[in-house]
Each structure stands twice: as structure tokens, then as C-alpha cells.
């Protein structure tokens, strides 16, 4: 017998044992597919519960937007649209925390969509938790203070309030910079739209918690005071530009204590005096003297710190008495708030949001004369802030509407106190000059448009604007700067308007807008000419707050338009993104913005 040759015996056990492995691997085989497929079953059902929750979510979301905004406000019905709200976002992140979920997400298909919703659940949950229902007790809690006094603010239930709504600012920050983070090409289209809408709730949100947080504690700070403060509110008028929005006609005297606000005092631009000499210093402001000289001219500069100051001093030379505070609006605002409270009556006449900007801004100027303009300007200013203060109750949903407005450079403060300055000066409410030094401080390129009115005339509430910001690369590897505003008179060429509306001074007809478009570009950028509809023009080169700035003169008859250009040059080689501010006009002003990204020397 070969010894080599296996046995018999042994050959039956080789064969046994194949069977065996051959029965293991199909155990194996069969177990790992059933808990392959119990898994994707698993993935299954809870991306359906998932994608139920979400859509559930965005429901309760657009109703707690609605009940938010309902008149009056039901603070019970909030809270428990936002208690919904957090318990959907809470069962939503449940569904994608599982590690099967997470190892789902590897998957080279349905992985990143996978991804995107988690993310956006964590997202949603944290913003909820931090933000939605916390900031529903802070306001409620806040009404409540207030129904029981009856007459002052609960400094306490303020400063809640201003707690809860920053750190309801830092969630949905937090939340956005990760939605950013999300691929978004890579995920499938239903839940790139849900990402969209949810991206978008959260947008809408930003600038009322930016708003709500130094409105709260500067109110629960100033409001507070065992000592009378005086708060300095003046009234911006668009139908005659300034840099900053328009000459300042009116100003009103508000006393602040213990947690109660009082109309004091009010007076108009006749009331000062024009002064020999600039009544503080201005440094190398725009407008020369005069913007220290005459009251009107105050916000002729862009740096509100400055015009706060001129205003000031102008009332304590006036009254005798210094503002603890200077706060600017513009009859916009007046026209939002008034969209919260409901209308007003004022010697006879209703005045509302829909009619307020003409009442102010246009109507005058055709049958009054100059005083009567003024006067009625200064009472129906004062009329509405006095229905405003007293809707005390209104101060979250104020914030909600004061937020994008500070961000449109029509709502801006300034405290004589520093560490209530430090709080507004990292606000939109710190003024244009602080909002383009916010954007280079956060990466971006601040630029500015500036009208100033120089025809003396009441027309600009008829003007019509759009801006823009278009970056390209050159050669040398530097961004080019394309600055636009496109401007159109809607002035009715059919009126007649009297002399002390439409004077035409400096050498302007009568029915002309007649403007400086100014341009204001970052440290150490040059501004390499000023074009208008394509052909060069004048300008007049300087420098605005160690910022370089160019000017020209602009005249738009009744009916035309016209696009001024600057094109302006980086100091260094880079990509550029533009951030453009503009003067705040009577109406809405689109704004439209394109970075570039270029490379180094010769590689644009």
C-alpha cells in the first residue's frame, strides 16, 4: 500500500470537514445577509421616520413664524408651537444618532444624503434646545413682568431675555456654519430643498437675535438706571440725503428710569443755531465744516460714532443738558413699528404704515410751507414714538423688526457710557463706518456708496436705486473692484413744486436730483476712475476716515437714469469679497454682489 495514498478514513474526514466549513460560511452567509437586510430595513424605516419628522418640523417652524407674527400675540399658543417644534427636532436627531445610520453614511450613493440630513438634525435639535423654547419662556416671561407692573420694564425679565437670546445667536450661527459644511451637489434633490428651507429659516432668524441680544441689555442697562438717563432720539429725513441717510430735521428728548421711558422733550432743526466752527473735532469726515456747523448736516459723515457726538453736543449747547444716548431712525422705521402696533391718530388724521412714508416724505412738500413742513414733520415723529412706547410689551417683536433694519443702516446708537459702546460697537446698529470695518475684520472687503443731496431740494424720496459690487482678477494677480449704482428719478414731471421744496441750488434745475455719489474703498486700495454710462467723468479724490474716497457730481431729470461706476483696485494680490453698504433711501435699494477669487502674480 502507498503511504502516501490518504486512507480511506481520512479522505471521509476531509470531505466531512469541507461540509462543515461549506455549512459554516452559508450560516454565516445567511445570518450576515439577514442582519444586512434587517439593517437596511432598519435605515429604511428610520429615514422615513426621518424624513416624516423633518417635514413635520418645517410645518410646526412656519407656524411658530405665524403665531410669532400674529396680532395680538398669543404667547401660549408660541410656546407650544416651539415645545412641538423642539420635540420634533429632538426626534428627528434620535433617528439619524444611531451607528447604523452612521456607517450608512459611507455608502458611495446615499452616504452624503444620509450625512446632510444627521446634520441637519444635530443642527436643528441644538437650535431648538438652546433657542426656540428657551427664547419662548424668556419672552413670555418678559410679557408677564411687564402685565403685572403695568407701566415699567422688568429689568430682570430684560436682561433673561438678553441672555437667552445670545445664546440662541450662537446656536443658529453654529448651526449654519455646518450646514455650509454639507456637500450639498452630492445630496439628493428633496433633501437639498429641505436643507434649503431649513438654511433659510435660520437666515430669517439671524438678524432679530443679532437685534434682540444688545437691544435687551442695553434697554435692562439703560432703562435700569437708579439715575435719570436721557436718550437723544433724531430723525433721519430721506427726502433730502446725507451719507448716513438724510438731514437730521427732528430730535426727541427720552428719559429713561427705573424701568420706565418718558417723552420729555422735543424740538426741530430750527432750534440751533448755525455755528462759527465745527462744535467737535471732525478729523478727515466728509463734508468739511459744515458737518460740524450746521445740525442738518451731522450724518454727512458715515462714521455714526461721530455724527452721535456732533448731535450731543448740538443738543447740550441748545438745552444745557448732555444725552446719556443718541439713537437715529429714519421714518422706514417709524413705518415698520407701526406694522407691529397698528395706526395712530394725529389732530384728526390716521396715520398708518401704509401712509406714513408719504405723510412724512412727500405730501408736505406740496402744501406747506417750510415751517409747517418742520412742525408737522417733529408731531407726527413724536406722535409715533409716543404710541411706541407705549406698546412696552412689543420689545421682543420690535427687536424682530429693529434687527434688519440696523443692517440696512437705518436704525443706529450710541451709548457716552464704554462698556455699553463696546456692546453696540460689535453691532450692524454701530453705524456704516463700523459695518464696513466689521466686514474687513471677518475676512471680506467693506466698501461703501454714499448719496449726499447738494440741490437742497425735498425730491430724493422720489429717487429710485440699485447698487452693486463685481470683483474680477487682473494679471498681477490683484482683484479689480467694480462699484455701481444705477440711479432713476421718479419725480413727476407733471408737478409743480414750490421753491422751498425744489430750490436748485448749486447749479442744478429745479426738477433735478441733484447728488454727490461718493465711493469708500478699504485701506490701501486705489480707485482707478469714476465712469458714468460708459464714459469718464470728474471726480475728486481724498480720503474719508483713513479710508480713500472718490466723488462726482450726478444730475438725473425727471423720468431718466443713470449708472455712476467706480472701479477700484486691491492693495494685495488675492481674491476679493465685497461687502457693499449704501446710504438708506426712501424705498428698498437691491444690492447685488460678486467675489472673485484670484491667485498670486500672473495666475489670475
Not at 432 to 449: K, P, T
Not at 501 to 511: E, L, N, T
Request: hydrophobic content about 50%.
Amino acid at each position: 500500500m502507498d503511504a502516501r495514498k490518504p486512507s480511506a478514513a481520512a479522505l471521509t474526514d476531509a470531505a466531512a470537514r469541507r461540509r462543515r466549513r461549506r455549512r459554516a460560511v452559508v450560516r454565516v452567509a445567511t445570518w450576515g445577509g439577514a442582519l444586512l437586510a434587517a439593517a437596511i430595513m432598519l435605515l429604511g424605516v428610520r429615514a422615513l421616520l426621518a424624513y416624516g419628522e423633518a417635514s413635520a418640523l418645517l410645518r410646526t417652524a412656519e407656524r411658530l413664524e405665524a403665531a410669532v407674527a400674529a396680532e395680538p400675540l398669543d404667547h401660549a399658543a408660541v410656546a407650544a408651537e416651539a415645545d412641538e417644534l423642539a420635540a420634533h427636532a429632538a426626534a428627528l436627531a434620535a433617528h439619524t444618532a444611531d451607528p447604523v445610520w452612521r456607517a450608512a453614511e459611507l455608502a458611495p450613493f446615499a452616504g452624503p444624503t444620509l450625512s446632510a440630513v444627521r446634520v441637519a438634525a444635530d443642527a436643528l435639535d441644538e437650535v431648538a434646545a438652546r433657542g426656540v423654547r428657551p427664547g419662548a419662556d424668556a419672552a413670555a416671561g418678559f410679557a408677564e413682568a411687564l402685565r403685572l407692573d403695568g407701566e415699567r420694564i422688568d429689568v430682570g425679565a430684560t436682561r433673561a431675555l438678553a441672555d437667552v437670546a445670545a445664546e440662541a445667536r450662537r446656536a443658529v450661527d453654529e448651526a449654519r456654519r455646518e450646514l455650509a459644511e454639507v456637500d450639498t451637489p452630492a445630496v439628493l434633490e428633496p433633501v437639498r430643498r429641505m436643507l434649503a428651507r431649513v438654511d433659510g429659516a435660520l437666515e430669517r432668524a439671524q438678524p432679530m437675535l443679532a437685534a434682540l441680544e444688545p437691544v435687551s441689555a442695553l434697554a435692562a442697562s439703560t432703562i435700569g438706571s437708579a439715575e435719570p438717563r436721557l436718550i437723544l432720539v433724531i430723525v433721519q429725513n430721506n427726502a433730502e440725503l446725507r451719507a448716513g441717510g438724510g438731514i437730521t430735521g427732528t430730535f426727541l428728548a427720552i428719559e429713561a428710569h427705573e424701568g420706565a421711558l418718558e417723552l420729555v422733550g422735543n424740538s426741530d432743526s430750527s432750534a440751533f443755531a448755525v455755528a462759527d466752527h465745527p462744535v467737535v473735532p471732525l478729523g478727515d469726515a466728509p463734508g468739511g465744516p459744515t458737518t460740524g456747523r450746521f445740525v442738518q448736516n451731522l450724518t454727512m459723515t458715515p462714521d455714526f460714532t461721530l455724527s452721535a457726538r456732533l448731535a450731543a453736543e448740538w443738543w447740550r449747547l441748545e438745552k444745557g443738558e448732555r444725552p446719556d444716548a443718541v439713537v437715529s431712525i429714519d421714518p422706514v422705521v417709524l413705518q415698520a413699528l407701526l406694522e407691529v402696533i397698528g395706526p395712530f391718530e394725529l389732530a384728526g388724521e390716521r396715520i398708518d404704515a401704509a401712509g406714513i412714508l408719504d405723510a412724512l416724505l412727500r405730501r408736505p412738500y406740496l402744501t406747506l410751507s417750510q415751517d409747517e413742513q418742520t412742525g408737522y414733520f417733529r408731531d407726527v415723529v413724536a406722535a409715533a414714538t409716543e404710541a411706541v412706547l407705549a406698546a412696552r410689551s412689543q420689545l421682543p417683536r420690535f427687536a424682530a423688526v429693529l434687527g434688519p433694519l440696523a443692517q440696512e443702516g437705518r436704525v443706529s446708537a450710541w451709548s457716552a457710557d464704554p462698556d455699553e459702546q463696546r456692546l453696540i460697537a460689535a453691532t450692524p446698529a454701530a453705524g456704516m463706518l463700523a459695518r464696513l470695518d466689521q466686514a474687513d475684520g471677518q475676512g471680506a472687503h467693506g466698501f461703501g456708496l454714499l448719496l449726499d443731496n447738494l440741490s437742497g431740494s425735498k425730491l430724493d424720496a422720489y429717487l429710485e436705486a440699485s447698487f452693486s459690487a463685481r470683483a474680477s482678477c487682473r494679471p498681477d494677480g490683484r482683484a479689480a473692484v467694480t462699484l455701481a449704482a444705477t440711479i432713476r428719478s421718479a419725480v413727476p414731471a407733471e408737478v409743480d413744486f414750490p421753491f422751498t421744496a425744489a430750490p436748485g441750488f448749486s447749479g442744478f434745475a429745479r426738477d433735478e436730483l441733484g447728488l454727490r455719489v461718493t465711493a469708500i474703498a478699504p485701506e490701501g486700495a486705489a480707485v482707478e476712475g469714476v465712469w458714468r454710462d460708459g464714459a469718464a467723468v470728474h471726480s475728486d479724490a481724498g480720503a474719508a476716515h483713513g479710508r480713500p474716497a472718490v466723488g462726482t457730481r450726478v444730475a438725473v431729470p425727471p423720468g431718466e437714469t443713470t449708472t455712476i461706476e467706480f472701479r477700484v483696485v486691491a492693495a494685495e494680490p488675492g481674491g476679493a469679497v465685497p461687502v457693499l453698504i449704501h446710504t438708506p433711501l426712501a424705498g428698498d435699494a437691491p444690492v447685488e454682489v460678486e467675489p472673485a477669487e484670484c491667485g498670486g502674480e500672473g495666475a489670475p
